[in-house]
């Protein structure tokens, strides 16, 4: 019992346990829709930033303004909505060596002569 607790509190921020405030989660949206989609449904690149756009614009700042109604300080408020968006729209580096010349991959390239 005491393991499961550590367990869980090393998740969690120390605004997390005084405040009682959850993880900000968010739903898979179908495409141009309220629809939900089922877990095990994979989006492409692009509709996964739609999606986490969505996400941020519907969930993440109405929770922010919900957090801060309650009376929590603004500044833990924000400061989760910042870890947030740390966590799920930073860019991500690319695996690419300074200094390191790459091999672009052949194309076949089909020429239409008339």
């Known amino acids: 019992m005491v393991y499961k607790l550590l367990f869980l509190l090393s998740f969690m921020s120390p605004f997390d346990v005084t405040y009682n405030l959850q993880q900000i989660e968010c739903p898979k949206w179908a495409p141009g829709t309220d629809e939900i989609l089922?877990?095990?449904?994979?989006?492409?690149?692009?509709?996964?930033?739609?999606?986490?756009m969505r996400c941020y614009c519907q969930v993440v700042k109405a929770k922010e303004r919900e957090?801060?109604?309650?009376?929590?300080?603004?500044?833990?408020?924000?400061?989760?909505?910042?870890?947030?968006?740390?966590?799920?729209?930073?860019?991500?580096?690319?695996?690419?060596q300074d200094n390191v010349l790459m091999r672009l991959p052949k194309r076949n390239l089909i020429i239409n002569e008339y």
């Open 38 to 52: 089922p877990m095990n449904v994979t989006l492409s690149p692009q509709l996964q930033l739609q999606n986490t």
């Open 67 to 96: 957090c801060i109604r309650q009376g929590v300080p603004s500044r833990i408020c924000k400061q989760r909505t910042t870890e947030w968006v740390e966590e799920n729209l930073k860019l991500k580096p690319n695996n690419v």
